[in-house]
């Protein structure tokens, strides 16, 4: 058996679960997201979905709501955690035990960032595996960005994000109340 091999029995044997972690922004989260989350739950035994809190970034939603959002529309999830961090990832992959971050891949755009995210992370923590999962093709346009620039405007998102998300934004851009 080669030393890769060893590695994975070795992470599974750590108090016998296998727990990855999904981190990002989440501002909002989308339905790309939701579709990464479901099918990654399904693949571990506890999947986190982590937070970013970016200090440096003004975000549309707060952590504190985004990790409250999330909590709602992965409540059907028993195995999904939402958690929100501050650290460098690959520490907090470190604290939480974890050995496989997640990431979903829509485009070749993405590739690039993504490959020197995964080799930066490799290196701080030699010990995580960053895994790719590529984005539902429905999904593979779709972005928190663009779909706050719709909202922003009032045009239809209903396709792009949860009900709930979409009134918290409509709220959020004094389209309606709440
Ligand atoms: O949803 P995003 O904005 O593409 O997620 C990016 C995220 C949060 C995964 C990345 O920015 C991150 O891990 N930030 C924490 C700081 C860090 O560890 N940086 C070094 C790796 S590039």
């Known amino acids: 058996m080669n030393n890769e091999s060893n590695q994975i029995i ?12 999904y981190p990002g922004s989440f501002d909002p989260v989308t339905m790309g997201h939701l579709d990464i989350i479901h099918r990654a739950a399904r693949q571990f035994d506890t999947l986190v979905v982590a937070v970013l809190n970016n200090l440096s970034k003004k975000p549309l939603f707060s952590v504190e709501e985004r990790v409250e959002q999330l909590k709602q529309v ?13 650290d460098l990832l690959a520490n907090y992959i470190r604290e939480r035990e974890a050995h496989v971050i997640v990431r979903g891949i829509r485009s070749v755009t993405d590739f690039e960032y993504e490959l020197q995210m995964a080799s930066i992370n490799r290196e701080l923590n030699p010990d995580a595996e960053t895994i790719f999962m590529m984005t539902n093709p429905r999904y593979s346009y779709l972005s928190s960005s663009m779909v706050k620039e719709i909202a922003r405007f009032d045009g239809p998102v ?12 409509r709220v959020k851009f004094g389209h309606t109340s709440a």
Do not use: C, Y
């Open 74 to 86: 992965t409540a059907d999830l028993p195995n999904v955690e939402i958690d929100s961090f501050r």
């Open 158 to 169: 209903s396709d792009f994000v949860p009900p709930l998300i979409e009134q918290e934004m």
């Open 10 to 21: 070795e992470h599974k044997a750590h108090g016998g679960k296998r727990i990855a972690v």
